[in-house]
């Protein structure tokens, strides 16, 4: 099945610092990318769609200042978590969609995670 | 997107079927069924999806209610590593975003 990697896997970083999450598409081009938040013992929860040469969708309750998405290429969407603090500290997970044909378009391919500790 | 409602958790003996359960009665004819899951500090899983008629894959099959109102994700042997949460998610084919919502999923214990 299709990869999709995320870089890094675990950052630790002081309050008030910009922490940047990349998320690849290894061996498909996205149009399509999603990040995703989860805090321990809770469900995934989605944050933003990043689509290829425009502007994210936030979703409702997001900080598009404070989570700044940017889909460069086809293979490439990142995730800027600025001015972080100790509250923002969660498991950032993203995905992508291989815009194929008939049954692939609906999988969703998974990132492994990056875990972010806010000192 | 409409709602789906899972058990929080199931147990399961190595080696045998496992059959996770998924009520989704407010589904509408344009809903693909879906099922993720996803292993201790990792990320999801995708591992089958249907729209009507029933599925198989190498992970797992997929039994689809004729009123399509529940579901069911089949494991047909389970093994220590099939030890997740199972997301059943619920996805409108008429709509162009394909944005997943997750609820709580099934926590699955799978015993030695």
């Known amino acids: 099945g299709a990869v999709v990697s995320q870089h890094p896997s675990r950052v630790i970083c002081k309050s008030g610092t910009s922490v940047k999450i990349e998320c690849r598409s290894l061996?498909?081009?996205?149009?399509?990318m999603f990040w995703y938040r989860q805090f321990p013992k809770k469900s995934l929860m989605l944050m933003a769609t990043s689509n290829e040469g425009s502007k994210a969708t936030y979703e409702q309750g997001v900080e598009k200042d404070k989570f700044l998405i940017n889909h460069a290429s086809l293979t490439l969407s990142t995730l800027t978590v600025t001015s972080a603090h100790p509250e923002d500290s969660s498991f950032y997970i993203c995905s992508a969609r291989d815009p194929g044909q008939g049954a692939i378009q609906e999988t969703q391919y998974f990132g492994p995670g990056t875990r972010l500790l806010v000192l | 997107d409409a709602k789906t409602t899972q058990p929080n958790s199931m147990e399961s003996n190595e080696e045998e079927p496992v059959h996770l359960p998924c009520n989704h009665s407010?589904?509408?004819?344009?809903?693909?069924i879906h099922w993720y899951r996803q292993l201790p500090s990792q990320g999801p899983e995708y591992v089958i999806h249907?729209?009507?008629s029933n599925v198989n894959n190498r992970m797992a099959s997929l039994a689809i209610a004729e009123d399509r109102k529940s579901s069911t994700l089949i494991l047909h042997r389970a093994t220590l590593r099939d030890a997740a949460v199972y997301y059943c998610?619920?996805?409108?084919?008429?709509?162009?975003?394909?944005?997943?919502?997750f609820g709580k999923g099934t926590l699955l214990t799978v015993n030695p």
């Open positions: 249907g729209l009507t």
């Open positions: 061996d498909f081009q996205a149009t399509t």
């Open positions: 407010t589904i509408s004819g344009t809903d693909y």
């Open positions: 998610i619920l996805r409108d084919s008429g709509g162009s975003n394909y944005k997943l919502t």
